[in-house]
């Protein structure tokens, strides 16, 4: 059954084609990390266009490096601050034992760096979401739960 973003069509073949990049426990669920993958660039690309960032005929290499400008230009996340990782800490200490058999935790000082970088790659991911069901809103969705696949 083909995808409609707007009104342009994602085929079964091109979900065929995309399904080689997403591995997955059954050919069903391959199939739909495939076409959220395709829905998400068709959004994304649509987005460029509109906004002057893309010729419609580039190549997919010119049209990856602008969906990348895109989304570093509209997905801003803050740095989590010292106090705010210093909270993370605090509430999840059992996540920074020195091993397995020890109860031993680490000092903050030690995991600071790792719980900020945490803490930023959670925060970009939910920006990146949230960017693209704000895009999905104002899109014609038709054979995909984009939505619900997020």
Known sequence: MPVFVN???????????????????????????????????ELLRQEAI???????????????ATLMKLVEREV??????KEV???????NQHRFRISDASSAILPFDVVE??????LHTRSVREGIRSYI??????????????????
Do not use: K, W
């Open 50 to 64: 509109r906004q002057g960032l893309n010729d419609p005929a580039d190549n997919d290499a010119a049209l990856d």
């Open 85 to 91: 990782c210093r909270v993370y800490y605090e509430r």
């Open 76 to 81: 801003t996340v803050p740095s989590a601050s």
């Open 7 to 41: 009104d342009t069509e994602i085929d079964d073949n091109a979900v065929f084609l995309e399904m080689q990049y997403h591995s997955a426990a059954s050919m069903e669920a391959a199939r739909e990390a495939a076409a959220q993958a395709l829905v998400v660039r």
């Open 133 to 150: 069901l704000h895009l999905a809103e104002s899109a014609r969705i038709s054979g995909f739960d984009l939505a619900g696949s997020l």
């Open 113 to 118: 760096d790792r719980i900020r970088d945490y």
